[in-house]
C-alpha cells in the first residue's frame, strides 16, 4: 500500500506562485510515474502533469506548460509542482497521484494512490 501526503495549497492572487509537494511512503515499484491533478467545482478531473521516477520524463497540460513545473527529489520519495504565474482558472482542488507501470499517462482511472487533495484558489 502506498500513501501519498500533499501539502503547500491555499490562497493567492493572481500572478502569484505557491509550490504543492507530495511525499510518497509505503510500498512501491522501482518504476512508477507520479502525477497531478486538479478539479474544479462542478468540472471532472483533468490531466495536469506527470513524471518518471526513474527516468525523469515530464510531461504538461497546454493550460499549464511554461508556467508549471514539476520535479522530485528520490531521496525524499517527494514530488513538488512548482506553480507560477498563476490565473483564476487555475483554481481547484489539486491531487497527486501513483501509477504502479511505469507508463506515463494522462488518464485518472490508470493511477493507483490518490493523495487527500489540496485546494489552490487564485483571486482575480
Known amino acids: 500500500q502506498v500513501q501519498l501526503v500533499e501539502s503547500g495549497g491555499g490562497l493567492v492572487q493572481a500572478g502569484g506562485s505557491l509550490r504543492l509537494s507530495c511525499a510518497a511512503s509505503?510500498?512501491?515499484?522501482?518504476?512508477?510515474?507520479m502525477g497531478w491533478f486538479r478539479q474544479a467545482p462542478a468540472k471532472e478531473r483533468e490531466f495536469v502533469s506527470c513524471?518518471?521516477?526513474?527516468?525523469?520524463?515530464?510531461y504538461y497540460a497546454d493550460s499549464v506548460k511554461g508556467r508549471f513545473t514539476l520535479s522530485r527529489d528520490n531521496a525524499k520519495n517527494t514530488v513538488y509542482l512548482q506553480m507560477n504565474s498563476l490565473k483564476p482558472e487555475d483554481t481547484a482542488v489539486y491531487y497527486c497521484?501513483?501509477?504502479?507501470?511505469?507508463?506515463?499517462?494522462?488518464?485518472?482511472?490508470?493511477?493507483?494512490?490518490w493523495g487527500q487533495g489540496n485546494r489552490v484558489t487564485v483571486s482575480s
Open positions: 509505503g510500498r512501491t515499484s522501482s518504476s512508477h510515474v
Open positions: 497521484a501513483q501509477r504502479e507501470i511505469g507508463v506515463i499517462t494522462t488518464t485518472p482511472d490508470l493511477y493507483d494512490y
Open positions: 513524471i518518471t521516477w526513474s527516468g525523469g520524463t515530464l
